[in-house]
DNA sequence: CTTAATTTGTACGTATGTATA
DNA sequence: GTATACATACGTACAAATTAA
């Protein structure tokens, strides 16, 4: 077959560009190759022809002959030319406007259908709301022991600097799931060995882990309503059924769950400070929930996300601590109590199930981070840990305190709130009639987080409240956040 | 009613046991009351009495009686004395032997279910090998410049400490995000904006959201075999029926895959780097799969981790620069750049897809971590980045050719290295007729990491060989793994 | 068949701007 | 600030392969 010439004269060349001309050259002919303005097998002109005509030296259009050699476009022969080898194959749908149309449409439906799909996970979407009072969660800062922290940081670093940077265990820093389990064992009446602590990325990860390790397509899930939406968009995201059940100073009432509809695979609950309206399931409805889990097969994940800061009496032991069948997953964080951007979390698994929780994790997310569960532990270790909670449980209740005094300041009548006696938000009543929505985005409007009730129910429905952290900010902002606020609420 | 006065007479202390002795007391009672040794409405002896007969002091005493009393189980009445309570509901199965009975049953049922059915994905689990010559995917961190990690990582926090310790966006910090679609369009010729990169722990959690996200249970993924077992377990545990496709020197070949056992959703390659075997994917492959995506409306997951380090020419780029419908998500990763304990990665995906990708994220791991990323991104900016990847890669290729002179010495005919232009480990087949796991097995014993190769397969078979990593390790550490390789292979 | 012209592939040396140590 | 390394660009030379006269 005799080899057509091809010319090149379509390439111009950019002297003034920044970007060097052998890309430039190799560039522009891939190109004229893959649209094929260059057919296959054509005889390119010779590189001493086109140094001259482009006028650059003969290297450099032999280094972007090289670059497409090397990547298959062109072959070189010596004393004959260089020829483009690569046929763009006929199949190839981006050559004919018809085979690009077919695939567009392809690609467009794809992309619907997969939109249709993902639809119904949708739900309530994590709102993103900026990092102003009285945003819920936020933990307080300013008087995190940073220098401390670092202080741990480059202790541990100083003692295992190579072995930190490598991998790690599949579920977490050996000392940190041991100080954690001393540590819940101690505060939380959690009974546990450290081989049964999952560290995990944040809590969310944890709820996440045991979803994917208990929780089968199709499966049930019992839900506290009001709740944690997170955990909600977590379990219908693997296909589960969540159904809401009630919940009401003694904290959710398994009594009242739907059992008709099905029996549950997984019960969500977080006994010690109902989230979000912070009330403590009642040590009745904690042995009648444990009960019906341990007859009916059901496993309970405890959320006990806030439980560090009890301003009254001892903190209540875990649901856990009460459990001898095994139901019970233990779904805790550091997030709260040293700082968000740490997302570092834990489980505590059943024994039997650690192994499973293993897989799933290591599916997940294989070789977790060791630096800073290494400097938690140390943090741990050195009593810092348990220093920082009581620094803070003094703090937060003063700020509560502040909080309330706003209130009664400028808000009295308009909005009431709930006596709390753990956590880092509160909940306050809308007196008025007035939808929370619209307070909420009124608020924001003037540059006040407060979340409404509303959003953290999916069927009952409540009076109209709004969610106030409290435990971030400090005493002018939570004033001047209360008195914006009160120009929020129509009287 | 009269209450009947109960005795304690059953409990005993253990004044050796590292606990406090008044939460001994407290578990006790705890037990006895749930268990129903203590009648609901009976009277405790008081704590005086209690205080003398374990001789404690009567604070101790009291200290547990405060707790149950916060708890619900007892109520103390000034003048008359303290009372049980809380009355065990009767429906609670664990104080009758049979209730327990039952209980444990269907506890050792489920968990025998769960182990049945988690039992299908469970396949090849990942290997901690120890951190030992030639353990492949391990940098060398001798070499990483720490102490300019430091110091980006002090400018990043001296800059926005408090914001940095808060919540973050969804899918990653943003100037992380920017310097990442910078990196990859100068490198890799991947084409994307800083909205279509998503920061996520580690490579492997980009693949579990890239299954999360464009997954649905039943669907079939195509995947190169040999290839990355690691992505074969979460397409499994996913529910996708993974089909093999065979792999030669030019990487994997569309044409042979498995059409008629059903259409791919996802398709997991390799490209730059063929995972284990090195190959790099030829042109006219790399067109046929793009078009074939395009047309079938599969998409393409490019795992390309590995191809920082390219000892010959420059590097090829990436299938996603070539891609023109939107079919190819891309996966990166820190680990094996910076070290692996770092535990970030990246994806960039398709700009229609950015949303649902979004959703997915939010639901595994909401708000990720700041401090590293921010730190990565300063990195970067100041081109340390830049830097480090071009001097290991100078470094790697020099121990690459000392693995060869290692292996020339010590193992001429025994094994043969594969031509290696790029990545961290290599492949050496094995000239003898020992099934390659008997060497791995034989290797460990004498301190020597090296995978058999028949581990990265399903169902191709491949002649025995092992994956050495050569990148993380001195050259006296090489020349004594190899010697003692040597000693590991039978002749 | 021989020969001369042409072409690639390889190997030098040099200059320059940039980034790095 | 200075020395060093590196990528880019340019020029020259020559061997090996091919082609056409």
Do not use: A, K, M
């Given at each position: 077959m005799q080899h057509p010439s091809l010319t090149l004269n379509m390439i111009q060349l950019d002297l003034a560009s920044p970007e060097p001309m052998q890309f430039q050259l190799y560039r522009a002919m891939r190109e004229a190759i893959v649209t094929k303005q260059l057919a296959a097998g054509g005889r390119l002109p010779s590189t001493r022809e086109l140094a001259q005509r482009w006028k650059v030296s003969r290297n450099t259009v032999m280094g972007a002959f090289d670059q497409l050699t090397a990547e298959g476009y062109l072959k070189g022969k010596q004393g004959a030319g260089t020829f483009v080898t690569f046929s763009v194959p006929d199949f190839y749908s981006r050559v004919t406007p018809a085979g690009r149309a077919a695939c567009a449409d392809v690609v467009a439906r794809r992309e619907a259908a997969l939109r249709q799909r993902r639809m119904k996970y949708q739900g309530c979407t994590h709102e993103p709301s900026p990092l102003a009072p009285l945003r819920p969660t936020v933990p307080s800062l300013e008087n995190f022991p940073f220098a401390l922290w670092e202080q741990c940081r480059k202790a541990v670093l100083r003692q295992g600097e190579r072995s930190l940077l490598t991998y790690g265990d599949t579920l977490g820093y050996w000392p940190l799931r041991r100080a954690v389990a001393t540590y819940l064992r101690d505060t939380r009446g959690v009974r546990c060995e450290p081989a049964q602590v999952v560290i995990c990325c944040g809590s969310q990860q944890g709820i996440y882990l045991t979803a994917s390790t208990l929780l089968e397509h199709g499966e049930t899930v019992w839900m506290e309503d009001p709740g944690y939406q997170g955990a909600r968009i977590v379990y219908e995201g693997f296909g589960a059924k969540v159904k809401p059940v009630p919940v009401d100073r003694e904290g959710m009432d398994i009594q009242r769950a739907p059992v008709a509809e099905g029996v549950a695979r997984l019960i969500h609950v977080s006994p010690s400070h109902q989230f979000p309206l912070g009330h403590t399931m009642s040590l009745e409805r904690r042995l009648r929930l444990l009960d019906y889990a341990a007859a009916s097969g059901a496993y309970i994940v405890e959320d006990d996300?806030?439980?560090?800061?009890?301003?009254?009496?001892?903190?209540?032991?875990?649901?856990?601590?009460?459990?001898?069948?095994?139901?019970?997953?233990?779904?805790?964080?550091f997030s709260k109590i040293l700082f968000p951007s740490l997302r570092l979390g834990y489980l505590v698994v059943p024994p039997g199930l650690v192994d499973l929780f293993e897989q799933s994790r290591s599916r997940i997310d294989g070789n977790p981070t060791l630096i800073d569960p290494a400097t938690i532990a140390l943090f741990m270790e050195e009593g810092h840990f348990a220093r920082h909670i009581r620094k803070m449980r003094s703090l937060y209740q003063e700020r509560l305190e502040l909080l309330h005094d706003a209130v009664a300041r400028y808000l009295r009548g308009g909005l009431e709130l709930e006596k709390q006696q753990c956590g880092m938000h509160t909940v306050g009543w809308l007196k008025g009639s007035t939808p929370d929505q619209e307070v909420t985005a009124r608020a924001q409007k003037n540059g006040v987080v407060a979340p409404p009730l509303s959003q953290y129910t999916r069927r009952f429905t409540l009076p109209p409240g709004l969610v106030l952290g409290f435990a971030g900010f400090r005493a002018d902002e939570i004033d001047n956040a209360v008195k914006r606020l009160a120009d929020s609420i129509p009287l």
């Open positions: 996300y806030d439980s560090e800061f009890r301003y009254e009496g001892r903190p209540l032991s875990s649901l856990q601590g009460l459990d001898q069948s095994g139901s019970v997953v233990y779904v805790g964080t």
